[in-house]
């Protein structure tokens, strides 16, 4: 009878330690630095296709802004 105590004690031990690293692999919730849905952005002109977007998507050239570095080096060579 001894034995089943001690193998109680440490299956509770086991089943505890296993709920633990559970709580422990909850991944961390993100940050709340992403843009926020709804909030309104500046919106930007392509000075290559005319294409508006918003700012923070927008790649800024010495002449303008631009949808891609592809328009970037298309109007600015590079
Ligand atoms: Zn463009």
Redesign the pocket.
């Known amino acids: 009878m001894k034995y089943l105590t001690v193998l109680l004690v440490l299956a509770v031990a086991f089943w505890l330690w296993r709920s633990n690293r559970k709580a422990d692999k909850v991944p961390p919730p993100k940050p709340s630095s992403a843009k926020a849905p709804g909030t309104p952005q500046p919106m930007l002109r392509?000075a290559?296709?005319?294409?508006h977007l918003p700012q923070s998507d927008a790649l800024t050239g010495r002449q303008g802004s631009?949808?891609?570095a592809a328009?970037l080096k298309q109007l600015e060579g590079g």
């Open positions: 392509c290559a296709c005319g294409l631009y949808c891609s328009h």
